[in-house]
């Protein structure tokens, strides 16, 4: 198990290094400044408020799942449902950069905890978890991909609120979090708070990102396509610190020994399956298998499986119907 999370950190590394683009000379010094991932933001660019944000009642309620849930293979006729089992498999978007929540392993395969929450799907629509598309997207391209319909569901870590609920939906929760600090082991930082002023990094897309610019200490938001680009950036010293879940920095933290985490989370992040606005039959029947999942261990076992046991209690589902 470690020799394959050091190939892993070792290929992720080169991968990334890889992508850089090279920034200019330093001629007063003679030597080449460190190269900084494509696509960043600094600062970033911070998305407006949804004027939508406070008219969708409470965010963490969803659709109320069918009784009973239809057997796999045997999908409604004329459901989203049944149009994905005759295609064969279901397309899902997740991450492949966030250590044991959707990752590429040392072989190559995309794995962890959001992986095992869409595979269930599958095997519910289909009676075969391997019935599966996965398409790899960065946070920012989560929403679009479901408005285009590039894919059926997003598992992705993503937060549910009510600005994102104006443009998708969602499934109940399954998983909370809360948004913390990771900063390099001799920091001295204590938290978000202490951090005004300096450099601070998350992806682009995320509610980390508007967060991060909320705090009254002034910190300076940095954003980039994906959260081992933050990574580099704090090795680089060109970050002082990676604010976002606390699911993806202990993720973070298990690839680097040299960090580590600092204070308590700041926020709620309710974690859902994002699907697109109309396809709520495929909602409740999403949250159908959520609900089994919590009673008979599935979703205890995944737990186990990626963060370690023993599995706290499952987020209870709440209905808006």
């Known amino acids: 198990m470690k020799s394959a999370r050091a190939l892993l950190v070792a290929v992720s590394a080169a991968v990334l290094l890889a992508a850089c683009s090279a920034t200019p000379a330093d001629v007063t010094g003679g030597s080449v400044a460190a190269p900084v991932p494509n696509g960043v933001q600094d600062p970033a660019k911070i998305p407006p408020a949804a004027t939508a944000a406070t008219a969708c009642g409470d965010p963490v309620a969803s659709l109320r799942p069918p009784a009973p849930l239809p057997a796999p293979g045997h999908m409604p006729s004329g459901s989203t449902m049944a149009t994905i089992l005759a ?25 962890g905890f959001d992986i095992d929450m869409a595979r269930a799907m599958a095997k519910a629509i289909f009676g075969d978890p391997s019935k599966i598309q996965f398409v790899a997207i960065t946070s920012a391209e989560r929403i679009p991909y479901l408005l285009e319909k590039k894919v059926d569901l997003v598992a992705d870590t993503m937060t549910i609120n009510c600005d994102r609920w104006a443009q998708v939906d969602f499934s109940t929760v399954y998983y909370n979090a809360g948004q913390s600090v990771l900063v390099p082991s001799t920091s001295k930082a204590t938290g978000i708070d202490s951090l005004g002023g300096q450099k601070v990094c998350a992806a682009i897309g995320s509610t980390s990102i508007t967060n991060i610019a909320a705090r009254k200490s002034h910190p300076i938001p940095v954003a980039v ?28 933290a298990a690839q680097d020994p040299d960090v580590k985490l600092v204070g308590q989370p700041f926020t709620s992040e309710p974690y859902g399956l994002a699907m697109a606005p109309s396809s709520s039959d495929l909602v409740r029947f999403v949250n ?34």
């Open 225 to 252: 396509n994906d959260w081992t680009d933050c990574l580099v950036m704090l090795q680089q010293n060109q970050v002082a610190a990676i604010s976002t879940d606390d699911t993806i920095l202990r993720g973070l």
């Open 288 to 321: 159908g298998v959520l609900e089994q999942m919590r009673s008979n261990g599935q979703w205890a076992a995944i737990y186990d499986r990626w963060l370690g046991g023993p599995a706290p209690t499952p987020p209870g589902p709440k209905y808006k119907d």
């Open 87 to 111: 295609r064969g498999r279901l397309i899902v978007g997740v991450d492949q950069t966030t250590y044991l929540f959707g990752y590429r392993d040392s072989h190559g395969a995309i794995v």
